[in-house]
């Protein structure tokens, strides 16, 4: 069974401060998928990943896929009240039929002004 | 225009009965999947439908049935309902291929008592 780990399960920072968002499996994806949700609300697709070692940009928020293609990061710069949300990764397993996306538990993260 | 829409938000039922939950896309996308959210937010897909064909069925009860009349619908029905069904359930759809992003709907609050 392929397991999407997600750390810190929760944070609370300060509107101004950094921080990164991990997600590692011991298992290599096709490509990694990036979700932002907030209450009441379905999640929300931020960024696709899908090339071992890539980085892309979205405004004050980076994603990187790790070279081995078994691990992600999300690091949000300068957070802002309006970055509060539970963030989830996916990912698509090789050989796996689109449908058979996995997500992590997710990170709550608390921006406070 | 919504992209993916599903109805009803709140659904509140007892024991035993039989409810559906319906979704509709507007977006021309080839898959739609219906996704159960527990209370520690994890998501877990529960079925997936292309072109009309079932190609995922996670180990989910069979009293959980997926309808699907066209490629724009995807409905959810649920006999003799449980305590334990309580969730959000999320309907979402997406194209066909690797790194293909998911959008969901806002999603079903059910509450079974």
């Known amino acids: 069974t392929q397991l999407l780990e997600q750390s810190p399960q929760f944070l609370s920072i300060q509107e101004g401060e950094n921080l990164t968002v991990y997600c590692n499996s011991s298992?290599?994806?096709?490509?990694l998928q990036w979700y932002r949700q907030e209450p009441g609300e379905g999640p929300v697709l931020l960024v696709t990943?899908?090339?071992?070692?890539e980085v892309k940009k979205l405004k004050r928020l980076t994603f990187q896929f790790g070279d081995a293609r078994k691990d992600s990061s999300l690091h949000i710069t300068a957070a802002q009240p309006g970055d509060t949300g539970l963030y989830l990764c996916a990912g698509g397993p090789y050989g796996g039929s689109q449908g058979n996306l996995i997500f992590g538990k997710g990170t709550k993260l608390s921006v406070k002004p | 225009d919504t992209a993916v829409s599903q109805t009803p938000k709140y659904l509140v039922t007892q024991m035993g009965n039989d409810k559906s939950i319906k979704c509709e896309q507007n977006l021309g996308h080839d898959t739609m999947y219906w996704y159960k959210q527990d209370s520690k937010k994890f998501l877990k897909i529960m079925f997936s439908y292309n072109n009309k064909e079932l190609i995922i069925n996670e180990t989910v009860p069979n009293r959980f049935s997926p309808k699907s009349p066209d490629k724009a619908h995807l409905n959810l029905h649920i006999n003799s309902l449980e305590l334990g069904d309580s969730a959000v359930y999320f309907c979402?759809?997406?194209?066909?291929?690797?790194?293909?992003?998911?959008?969901f709907g806002s999603g079903t609050r059910l509450t079974v008592v």
């Open positions: 298992s290599v994806f096709s490509s």
């Open positions: 990943v899908v090339t071992g070692g």
């Open positions: 979402a759809s997406s194209r066909l291929g690797p790194g293909r992003g998911y959008t």
